[in-house]
């Protein structure tokens, strides 16, 4: 018998397991109503973590989300994280973290999505044109409280691994996810999870994929940096009690004089941050980055527009996302003890606490900018010679997250988003915080990747949150389309 040549073999091997990307396409097009339906339940469920009140609504929630994923067979687990503490001492069971996995051949790459269910408050009163919790259409725009950030990408994903499952299609990886239910209020007991599974759940895990964030523009989008944040308080405290300024006014140094004094040497005019030694550490912008930048699609104008303001710190589009995303600012967010109400009350508050933070970049180190930040607000109290009394405080040192875009994640990520949308995906990164990937990161040392769906204008923790059909729907298809490529990543040995 004369034997086959191996690339017969081959293809045939490749048929059988022919990637039939348009049947799946066929699939999602035809559930959507039924894609609607479950996100329109989910959004019905008040999942807001920063309310206690709404706590059973929270574990409500956790069990729908478990409910979901064990009725596709997957291996679910409620992991018990633990209680938080309340300001008056009492303790409160905290939401349990989903964990699930659906393994189709040990042989196979595994990813784990991350993902969360809890949302942002959301009340008519503060100005939503809808109920905040009745999922409305509008335009193709789907509205609600958390629709966007985070529910719809986390059942975009959940779908993706049920429509391989409806057509018989072994998944191209394993899939697990962890779900969440505390991001919106700093993630609680999940970072001592994390660290705990390490080698259990998370032992086999090879990506880790987030999709918690949007896109830019109209054009799809891959994110592979988030800024982190140094959260301070400058507290500075005179008299004894608050006093009014007909009767004391010129006798005493009053607090509030002192920190606007102080507040006002951390940042110059033009955006330049006057701590010595924070602008020396940022990692310098190199030329490829500068190129990657020009190629992004993003209307300064528009951007301007948006924000109703007649000029920005920057005139040119690269120096504008560099700023968003790659170098630190200064934001200074509000003055406790201040009077702030409608009036002219005269009083001289005895007491003030400033608020501010400072965005974290490479190569920044969160303890050595509070050391920075510390001795350099001292040093220009003293210079004041003020008899009151200064403590500065850290209250939030979260690191930034980068990844390395040379990694395969991210070429497969740029196939599957050509497939879906034909367009190649602007390489963003994120302005804001999202402590977990710096956690995965350091604690599993795997690749990471964030693929949002979202869409740049959805108004996530605003009024009027929304996510359109169309991104829904498609990015349902990029999740399916991108388990391929990925799959791909250990042929080719990328
Ligand atoms: C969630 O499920 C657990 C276990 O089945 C159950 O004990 C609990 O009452 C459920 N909680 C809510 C709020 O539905
Ligand atoms: C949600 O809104 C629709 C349309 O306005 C309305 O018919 C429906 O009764 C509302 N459902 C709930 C639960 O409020
Ligand atoms: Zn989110």
Not at 279 to 294: F, G, I
Not at 352 to 375: C, T
Request: proline share 5%.
């Amino acid at each position: 018998m004369k034997l086959l040549p191996l690339s017969c073999v081959v293809l045939a091997f490749t048929v059988v397991h022919a990637f039939r990307y348009e049947d799946l396409v066929e699939h999602v097009d035809s559930h959507q109503e039924q894609y609607v339906q479950v996100l329109r339940e989910w959004v019905a469920v008040e999942s807001d973590s920063s309310d206690v009140s709404k706590r059973a609504e929270l574990h409500r929630m956790m069990n729908m989300t478990a409910d979901k994923l064990r009725a596709m067979g997957g291996d679910v687990m409620l992991v018990d994280v633990g209680e938080q503490e309340l300001p008056d001492g009492q303790m409160l069971a905290l939401p349990k973290v989903v964990t699930a996995q659906f393994i189709s051949n040990p042989q196979k790459p595994t990813v784990c999505v991350y993902g969360h269910v809890d949302v942002q408050p959301g009340k008519l009163e503060d100005g939503w044109a809808t109920e905040p919790y009745n999922l409305t259409e509008i335009n193709g725009n789907l509205y609600g409280r958390g629709v966007s950030d985070n529910k719809a990408p986390v059942l975009a994903w959940i779908h993706a691994v049920e429509a391989y499952q409806a057509l018989n299609m072994e998944l191209p990886v394993n899939v697990k996810f962890i779900i969440e239910g505390m991001e919106e209020t700093g993630s609680n007991g999940l970072d001592a999870m994390i660290v705990a599974q390490k080698d259990t759940f998370l032992g086999d895990v090879d990506y880790i994929i987030i999709s918690d964030c949007g896109w830019l523009s109209l054009r799809p989008a891959l994110t592979y940096g988030t800024r982190g944040n140094c959260y301070f308080s400058a507290e500075i405290q005179g008299p004894k009690q608050d006093l009014h300024s007909g009767v004391y006014g010129g006798t005493v140094i009053e607090p509030m004089t002192d920190l606007i004094g102080i507040l006002d040497t951390l940042i110059s005019p033009t955006g330049k941050i006057l701590i010595p030694g924070i602008r020396e550490a940022v990692a310098p912008l190199s030329d490829e980055e500068w190129k990657t930048y020009q190629d992004i699609e993003f209307d300064v104008e528009n951007f301007k527009n948006k924000l109703g303001v007649s000029e920005l710190m920057y005139n040119n589009k690269v120096d504008l996302l560099a700023h968003m995303w790659r170098y630190p600012t200064v934001s200074i967010h509000g003055i406790e003890g201040a009077f702030s109400a409608p009036g002219t009350k005269t009083v001289i508050p005895a007491k003030v606490n400033a608020k501010f933070s400072i965005r974290q970049v490479p190569n920044l180190d969160p303890a050595v900018v509070e050391k920075q930040v510390s001795e350099y607000l001292q040093a220009a109290f003293a210079r004041r010679k003020s008899p009151n009394k200064l403590k500065v405080t850290m209250l939030i040192g979260a690191k930034p997250w980068l990844a390395d875009t040379q990694h395969g994640l991210y070429e497969a990520g740029k196939k599957a988003v050509k497939r879906v949308f034909n367009v190649e995906p602007d390489m963003i990164r994120e302005g804001g915080t999202i402590p977990v990937a710096r956690t995965f990161q350091d604690v599993t040392g795997k690749g990471i990747i964030m693929i949002p769906i979202g869409g740049f204008d959805d108004g996530i923790h605003s009024q009027n949150e929304k996510i359109s059909r169309y991104n829904y729907l498609e990015g349902t298809k990029l999740f399916i389309a991108y388990l391929h490529e990925v799959a791909q990543i250990q042929k080719s040995g990328v």
